[in-house]
């Protein structure tokens, strides 16, 4: 094999070597010049994305070990905006409260998001697993950054998530060593033999729990909650979306892909998490009076809509689900950088933290509900067009039940949605200051804008990518 | 292009242009005056256009004409079609609402005149946001622009019910319209699922499955109640009356309310196929009219009673749809629009005089406002159907409609709710402009000219617009000449008997012992039980839902958890866990539930 053979999965190698190049020039940088590895990370994740246009990324690696293609790419994409937004947003703050270890923090991100390119292109479990595990362990470190703070809650949140993450993981490659076990392979497109046995449908359903903690899907949701209040924002927005992304991913691959045969087992599984999932995310939103643990459980009800799309399944419905997930993965990442830059103000995490934002900061304010109604569906902004599309999805599926269970929720999703709203726009607050926010966290915001907008306004190409992607993964065809 | 597609695009445009303008210039929106002119010559233009197309559709009433580009291209078709679609429907809707839209404008500019001049200017952007968004829905190809503009008139409703943003009830009102009708937008949103779901595009005139009309008529039917304020939706539309009263004339009563029903106009071919969801609507569209009717009877705000009378002839209107006379549905939303956007602005001459909206505050307000006693009288003898005028043509249409329908419980209530509106409609106009004058009708001023223009230009549709009752039809498609048989003649006994009644209680003293009666009635109108049962039902509910989940959770999970948890330590004592909160739980709770997946999985 030469170096030319791992062409189809360049980003993944071009992210790797990014990470070794933060990492080195870190050791050789003054500490007053290091608030440029934000910036140096950033044009690298850049040019990884420009790469992802220009390069042949379809093909083959070590025969049928990593296949590449729209699948693999579009994804890729979502990663790399995913990581460029929350390299944008974070970067003071990452300065400011992590000087001299910023080098770390970059890498680490670098090396999450290399796992992350890789993942949708692995076609043999053990490699899934790996890349998986590569995705994860890196978010755990992340998420431990800030252990200097004051407070146990850092170490709290990063602990949980590492606990049940280890947890999580044994399940995996528990029902992953079964199915490889029985099949005698660990190559995914031949999983699944003629003769079914009950240790099948076990390790299936061990597979699944274990991906299921991963995108927080009830009831394996509950250090979600807790992870996300006490771990630092910009890498609670970074965590929010992009693992997501890979953990659905994942799911495609192993249950449409590998699994098809097996519906009749988690088939039904899946479809009573979707439904707890959105009865528990919710229900759990509207109590919360702290905007990372409301935003936390929104989160949860948000992947219920995923799931929805996912066991629409075939063609169709993944596509829909990749829909989803974009429109998502933007608009989670702008909610988040703005109650960033309210808390980064000093005017903590709270919902009454909002109050008055409307006229403290009309700008800053008027994102935030465009964000919500994205995230609450409302028309036309990228969260629109998600449901929308998932829904019609369900609906062609016949899963027109949990279409209405979904619009059902959806509904009462509007009240906390609109009950930060309602702190931004109505309430009064003694403070009239307006909130001041850093240039690149603007900027960061303002992309995110643009995007919820834009896709509200013209989803079509995003759409037909998804299609295409969903399309290129062969074995999910009608 | 042809230039009656320029004509609509004018009508289309002109208004997002202004809207646009004064949204992204602070110094014109701020400057109030100036704003305003420009907004109300945007309107005029767009009468002009509207004008201009209604003669030709009347001259020619079986043209249709399309101007469409694709919108959501997906795998080489397009699922949804956006631009204009001028037909007779569509014509004769853009020039209803271009001249109440008009007129509001125009009148608007003297009952605002004491608002500081940013407000005004925030008042009209919009104003012609509004015109826009509901040009938009008019003019839909397909169901799809129809939501977008649906939507936007929403949003639009929400900002100018809210414009008095300072009084905590009209930030109240604007929010509850917004959630009651989001709530029924999930209807609109299911009914655009299922038809692109099952047809692959959104027209309106697609093959469905066998029993997918039904479906589809019905998740419309549920967008249509809260839109267009039906029983037990329709709470929100008197606490809407907190927006400025122009508002209340163009939304409340003429346009917005009115969308619903022009969606069934438009969506005739699914609801054709819907019966069950037609006697439905027949049944609940006569509910509404009489309920919306007993509670008007008794309010003590003018504005107020006009609220409950939309409600009631929403009611009738939707009835007569549902009893599938489009004719008849459609024309009473047209002259409706014309006599109660007329009695709104009437009713906001005289709040504009008098300084409040209580009945009280008002009496013999005839001698200092004749031209504005006028107007309203003829515009509640049309909305109590007087015969000739134009409110008489298009109830008898309706009632005739449901007759023929054979649905002789909903006829009952609707020719009940016509004795009712003449009666209430009475007590109206006498509390209001005869009897005693309160001490605030004494130092009442007249309307200026900005404001008794509109006034003159409404009276003319509303008088007259039933004669014309025959070349309208054409341009739905039917035909229609007037002939007066047994219905018709028992609804004008019933109206004059109504005013009779009307007259004989309130205006000259007598029977005091009937509006005692009323009082029962009163308390359920003020005592708002609707309104409660809805809080209880939703807020209460949802709230008590969460709370038991929680309850669950802490007491139930938890204690199977402990339980769990105490197995767990006792076989591990010697193990020293972490102390990180409960993490431990949370452990359990993922590898609980993946064994009892696992067993499923198992077993399958």
């Known amino acids: 094999m030469n170096f030319h053979d791992l062409q189809p999965m360049a980003l993944g190698v071009l992210l790797a070597a990014a990470a070794a190049l933060v990492l080195l020039t870190d050791l050789f940088t003054k500490p007053s010049t290091?608030?440029?590895?934000?910036?140096?990370?950033?044009?690298?994740?850049?040019?990884?994305?420009?790469?992802?246009?220009?390069?042949d990324l379809r093909g083959e690696v070590a025969s049928h070990v990593w296949r590449g293609g729209a699948w693999p790419v579009f994804l890729a994409r979502l990663f790399l905006v995913a990581g460029l937004i929350t390299v944008l947003g974070g970067m003071d703050h990452i300065a400011r409260?992590?000087?001299?270890?910023?080098?770390?923090?970059?890498?680490?991100?670098?090396?999450?998001?290399?796992?992350?390119?890789?993942?949708?292109?692995?076609?043999?479990?053990?490699?899934?697993?790996?890349?998986?595990?590569?995705?994860?362990?890196?978010?755990?470190?992340?998420?431990?950054?800030?252990?200097?703070?004051?407070?146990?809650?850092?170490?709290?949140?990063?602990?949980?998530?590492?606990?049940i993450g280890a947890g999580s993981t044994a399940l995996t490659v528990f029902g992953a060593a079964l199915l490889a076990g029985l099949a005698g392979t660990t190559d995914m497109s031949v999983l699944v033999s003629s003769t079914l046995s009950p240790l099948q449908g076990i390790g299936t359903m061990l597979l699944l729990a274990g991906l299921a903690f991963k995108i927080g899907v009830a009831p394996f949701h509950m250090w979600v909650p807790d992870t996300y209040e006490?771990?630092?924002?910009?890498?609670?927005?970074?965590?929010?979306?992009?693992?997501?992304?890979?953990?659905?991913?994942?799911?495609?691959?192993?249950?449409?892909?590998?699994l098809p045969r097996l519906i009749h087992v988690w088939g039904p599984v899946t479809l009573v998490l979707c439904a707890l999932t959105l009865t528990v995310g919710n229900l759990g939103a509207i109590a919360q009076r702290n905007i990372k643990r409301l935003l936390a459980y929104s989160g949860v009800g948000q992947v219920g809509?995923?799931?929805?799309?996912?066991?629409?399944?075939?063609?169709?419905?993944?596509?829909?689900?990749?829909?989803?997930?974009?429109?998502?993965?933007?608009?989670?990442?702008?909610?988040?950088?703005?109650?960033?830059?309210?808390?980064?103000?000093?005017?903590?995490?709270?919902?009454?933290?909002?109050?008055?934002?409307?006229?403290?900061?009309p700008w800053l304010a008027m994102s935030l509900l465009l964000f919500l109604l994205s995230l609450a569906g409302i028309p036309f902004v990228a969260g629109f067009w998600a449901k929308f599309f998932v829904f019609v999805a369900a609906w062609r599926a016949g899963q027109s039940e949990m279409v209405l269970v979904g619009a059902l929720f959806a509904t009462v999703a509007l009240f906390y949605y609109l009950g930060v709203a309602r702190a931004a726009y109505v309430n009064v607050s003694a403070k009239t200051e307006k909130i001041v926010v850093s240039r690149a966290l603007a900027g960061a915001i303002i992309a995110c804008l643009l995007a919820v907008v834009g896709l509200g306004a013209w989803p079509s190409p995003v759409v037909e990518a998804a299609m295409a992607a969903a399309r290129s993964v062969s074995g999910i065809g009608p | 292009m042809n230039p009656l597609i320029s004509a609509a695009?004018?009508?289309?445009?002109?208004?997002?242009?202004?809207?646009?303008?004064?949204?992204?210039?602070?110094?014109?929106?701020?400057?109030?005056?100036?704003?305003?002119?420009?907004?109300?010559?945007?309107?005029?233009?767009?009468?002009?256009a509207a004008g201009w197309l209604a003669a030709t559709w009347l001259h020619d009433p079986k043209q249709v004409l399309d101007l469409t580009t694709s919108w959501l291209p997906q795998s080489g078709k397009s699922m949804s079609q956006v631009g204009v679609h001028l037909d007779g429907i569509s014509v004769s809707m853009l020039l209803v609402v271009a001249i109440v839209a008009s007129c509001v404008q125009l009148f608007s500019l003297g009952y605002l005149s004491d608002e500081p001049a940013p407000a005004l200017g925030r008042y009209y952007a919009y104003q012609s946001l509004f015109l826009f968004s509901?040009?938009?829905?008019?003019?839909?190809?397909?169901?799809?622009?129809?939501?977008?503009?649906?939507?936007?008139?929403?949003?639009?409703?929400?900002?100018?019910?809210?414009?008095?943003?300072?009084?905590?009830?009209?930030?109240?009102?604007?929010?509850?319209?917004?959630?009651?009708?989001?709530?029924?937008?999930?209807?609109?949103?299911?009914?655009?699922?299922?038809?692109?779901?099952?047809?692959?595009?959104?027209s309106w005139n697609a093959t469905l499955p066998a029993g997918g009309a039904e479906w589809l008529a019905l998740f419309l039917f549920i967008a249509v109640m809260g839109k267009s304020a039906q029983f037990p939706l329709h709470i929100w539309l008197p606490d809407a009356m907190q927006g400025p009263t122009p508002v209340s004339a163009?939304?409340?009563?003429?346009?917005?309310?009115?969308?619903?029903?022009?969606?069934?106009?438009?969506?005739?071919?699914?609801?054709?196929?819907?019966?069950?969801?037609?006697?439905?609507?027949?049944?609940?569209?006569?509910?509404?009219?009489?309920?919306?009717?007993?509670?008007?009877?008794?309010?003590?705000d003018i504005k107020k009673v006009l609220a409950y009378s939309t409600c009631s002839q929403l009611g009738y209107m939707i009835s007569g749809l549902g009893a599938g006379s489009l004719m008849g549905g459609y024309f009473h939303l047209t002259t409706h629009a014309f006599f109660k956007a007329l009695l709104f602005l009437a009713a906001g001459a005289v709040i504009h005089a008098v300084h409040s909206n209580e009945l009280s505050d008002m009496g013999g307000l005839w001698r200092k406002l004749k031209f504005t006693t006028v107007a309203f009288v003829i515009g509640s003898l049309s909305l109590a159907g007087l015969p000739g005028l134009s409110g008489f043509y298009s109830k008898d249409l309706i009632l005739e409609a449901v007759h023929e329908s054979g649905n002789p419980l909903a006829l009952g209530l609707l020719m009940a709710t016509a004795g009712l509106t003449a009666f209430y409609m009475t007590r109206t106009v006498v509390k209001a402009f005869f009897g005693k004058p309160s001490h605030a009708a004494e130092h009442a001023h007249g309307p200026g000219p900005s404001m008794t223009i509109p006034l003159l230009i409404l009276?003319?549709?509303?008088?007259?617009?039933?004669?014309?009752?025959g070349p309208m039809s054409k341009l739905y498609g039917r035909s229609y000449a007037f002939h007066l048989d047994t219905i018709g003649m028992v609804t004008i006994a019933l109206g004059l008997g109504g005013i009779a009644l009307g007259w004989l209680i309130y205006g000259m003293g007598l029977l005091q012992a009937l509006p005692r009666a009323f009082a029962p009635i009163a308390r359920i109108a003020n005592g708002s039980t609707v309104d409660d049962l809805w809080a209880l039902s939703y807020s209460k509910l949802g709230m008590g839902l969460a709370r038991a989940i929680a309850w669950f959770d802490r007491y139930i999970i938890d204690g199977l958890m402990n339980f769990l948890g105490w197995l767990f330590m006792w076989s591990g004592q010697r193990v020293r866990t972490l102390q990180t909160g409960n993490v431990q739980d949370y452990l359990y709770a993922v590898f609980g539930a993946a064994a009892l997946i696992a067993l499923w999985g198992g077993w399958r």
């Open chain 1, 97 to 163: 409260k992590w000087t001299y270890r910023q080098g770390e923090f970059y890498t680490v991100l670098l090396l999450c998001l290399t796992g992350m390119v890789l993942l949708p292109g692995a076609r043999d479990l053990v490699l899934l697993i790996v890349c998986f595990e590569l995705m994860g362990i890196p978010l755990y470190i992340l998420t431990a950054f800030a252990k200097t703070d004051s407070g146990p809650k850092p170490v709290e949140a990063a602990l949980k998530l590492f606990l």
């Open chain 1, 34 to 55: 290091k608030p440029n590895l934000g910036w140096l990370t950033f044009g690298l994740l850049s040019a990884v994305l420009v790469a992802s246009f220009t390069l």
């Open chain 2, 459 to 469: 009276l003319v549709p509303a008088i007259g617009l039933g004669w014309l009752a």
């Open chain 2, 134 to 202: 509901m040009n938009l829905l008019v003019l839909a190809p397909d169901l799809m622009q129809l939501f977008l503009g649906w939507e936007l008139v929403g949003a639009t409703s929400y900002l100018l019910i809210g414009f008095w943003f300072t009084r905590p009830a009209a930030g109240k009102a604007a929010l509850k319209a917004f959630v009651v009708t989001k709530f029924a937008d999930s209807g609109l949103i299911l009914a655009l699922i299922t038809l692109v779901a099952w047809t692959g595009s959104f």
């Open chain 2, 250 to 300: 163009l939304l409340h009563a003429a346009t917005m309310v009115a969308a619903g029903v022009y969606l069934i106009v438009r969506a005739d071919p699914i609801f054709a196929a819907a019966p069950h969801v037609r006697l439905f609507m027949t049944d609940l569209g006569a509910i509404t009219a009489l309920f919306a009717a007993l509670i008007a009877m008794v309010q003590t």
């Open chain 1, 230 to 258: 006490g771990a630092p924002t910009p890498v609670v927005a970074f965590l929010s979306v992009a693992p997501k992304v890979g953990g659905f991913a994942t799911l495609v691959m192993v249950l449409w892909q590998a």
């Open chain 1, 305 to 361: 809509y995923v799931l929805l799309g996912l066991l629409s399944g075939r063609e169709f419905g993944v596509a829909m689900m990749l829909f989803y997930l974009a429109a998502y993965v933007v608009t989670n990442l702008g909610v988040f950088l703005v109650a960033h830059a309210v808390a980064e103000a000093g005017d903590g995490e709270t919902i009454s933290s909002f109050d008055g934002l409307g006229r403290r900061s």
């Open chain 2, 9 to 48: 695009l004018v009508a289309l445009g002109l208004p997002a242009a202004l809207a646009l303008l004064l949204a992204v210039v602070p110094k014109l929106r701020r400057t109030g005056k100036p704003a305003a002119l420009l907004s109300i010559l945007g309107s005029l233009l767009a009468l002009s």
